[in-house]
């Protein structure tokens, strides 16, 4: 399936990211380190730094990794599924993505009680991607593969809301709404 075919849906919710955050993932600095990952473990030692710089006293961050692993992986296997490429990052949506993990962790660094409230969302999210993974396995028709882009757009959208939040001191009441859902 060409990704042509999605790119207008992919730029404006990239542009939406870009509009509410104030920060553009495919020209974040960490946009340039994700290019050189080849593999999931190569992105999460990479989101490991950044959650190492969040809260270095927690354990080590590994609830927080852990949390982190499903989303990767199976964004990860939707990029590879919709992409068809052999680089690591195949499908935009995927950099953009693991961009806009990076910037939320640099958000909430030193923010004590956005932690735990990370930890809540990416269970949240790794939970409800890892029902879906089944679907990476199988050839995708025309209407999943539409699902599954328009799933990739939600999480970048999750991410620059999560992000807006953070910023202005509120993530840990959205959270909670959020999980409510």
Known sequence: MP???FQPILDAALADYANQIGIDPTKHPSADRLQACHSPDDVLKLLEEKANEFKDYRDGNRKLIDCLKPVVNVIHAF????????SFVPFQPAGAIFAGVDILLAAASNVSSSYDALV???ECIGNFLKRLRIYTDLPLAPSMTDVVVKIMVELLSVLALA???TKQGRFSEWVLVFDAR
Do not use: P
């Open 3 to 5: 990704s042509a075919s």
């Open 79 to 86: 990029s590879g599924v919709l992409g068809g490429a052999v």
């Open 120 to 122: 809540d969302l990416f």
């Open 163 to 165: 992000t807006k939040q």
